[in-house]
């Protein structure tokens, strides 16, 4: 009995991932908080729909522009 062979379909053609991606971001800042400021920032976070990274680049960004 021939085997079958399942046709092969083109893919549809994805962009380059460089052209996808946001702006990479090289610097890292690494900072210590105690367990009411994590609580917080997690509770922000939810609420937020957003990582604590980007509550804590927001924070620093408004904290900034005074």
């Known amino acids: 009995m021939p085997r079958q062979y399942k046709q092969r379909t083109k893919k549809s053609a994805k962009p380059p991932k460089s052209l996808t991606r ?8 690494s900072l210590r908080v105690n367990d009411q400021e994590k609580l917080l920032l997690d509770q922000i ?3 937020k729909y ?13 904290w900034l522009a005074r």
């Open 22 to 29: 946001k702006p990479s971001m090289p610097h890292v800042i």
């Open 50 to 62: 957003k990582n604590v990274s980007a509550v804590v680049r927001e924070a620093l960004e408004h």
């Open 45 to 47: 976070s939810r609420k």
